[in-house]
């Protein structure tokens, strides 16, 4: 698998998958991965696009400068998100260095505009480098889909990682537990925990509800209606029998 060209032949070759997995478990190696995401873009878009579209360039310019210092790669923007790894075979020095990059992209993004802030999802694990010749260069993984699920619940200026990064962290004092989330495409439960004094802490009861879909929170709350509509039902009958 020396070219692109071989590369992408065993892709589409169905035959030879199997070579190509081993291909991937040989391309797959532990790293950090980040999920920057700028805070307040939905309101910034209630604009014309001549006036939000230079700040989020300018968001994205400051916050790849700051991955790069710290030893990162972009890997691709999506929107106003930065996702970011963080690889040379020292997994657990760059974990360590992630609460760092957090203020100092707080600070520089401040100290740019004061509008601006950020929020952080972290994650650890292997994933897949994946080159298909003529597109940019990809990560695959459950990682990487993992910290894009914890990316989802992140609150306005947090920092949320989870229980795989932390493993990977010589002091854990400065992070406090979430909760154990049921991510969709994630076949495990996953520890969740908040990078402290930075944001809301976010108190979560039932973290089940954070990660439902929008078609089952519906579908809830629909039951839930017709649940009220019963019992609604059973309190007035029961008034008409106390009263008879």
């Not at 992209?105 to 929020?119: D, G, M, Q, V, W």
């Not at 078609?215 to 019992?231: A, G, P, V, Y």
Request: proline share 3%; aromatic share 10%; with cysteine.
């Amino acid at each position: 698998m020396d070219s692109e060209r071989t590369t992408r032949d065993i892709i589409l070759n169905k035959e030879k998958l199997g070579q190509f997995s081993e291909y991937l478990e040989r391309k797959s190696n532990g790293m950090v991965i980040s999920f920057i995401d700028l805070c307040g873009s939905t309101e910034l878009k209630k604009y014309p696009q001549r006036e939000w579209l230079p700040k989020i360039c300018q968001f994205l310019a400051i916050v790849t400068d700051i991955v790069d210092e710290q030893g990162g790669k972009v890997i691709k923007y999506i929107g106003d998100e930065v996702v970011s790894v963080f690889e040379d075979g020292s997994g657990g020095n760059k974990a360590n260095r992630m609460e760092s990059l957090v203020i100092e992209c707080n600070t520089r993004l401040k100290n740019f505009e004061e509008s601006f802030s950020a929020k952080f999802a972290f994650d650890y694990g292997a994933n897949a480098q994946i080159d298909l010749g003529n597109f940019p260069i990809d990560y695959l993984g459950t990682p990487i889909d993992r910290c894009a699920r914890i990316a989802g619940i992140v609150p306005k200026n947090g920092a949320l990682a989870s229980d795989k990064f932390l493993e990977q962290l010589m002091n854990r004092d400065s992070w406090r537990p979430v909760g154990d989330f049921s991510f969709k495409g994630i076949d495990s439960l996953t520890g969740v925990y908040q990078l402290k004094n930075f944001g809301e802490p976010l108190i979560i009861e039932d973290p089940d509800f954070y990660t439902k879909s929008r078609n089952e929170l519906l579908s809830d709350f629909k039951n839930l209606k017709k649940r009220i509509e019963f019992l609604q039902e059973e309190l007035s009958l029961h008034r008409t029998k106390s009263t008879s």
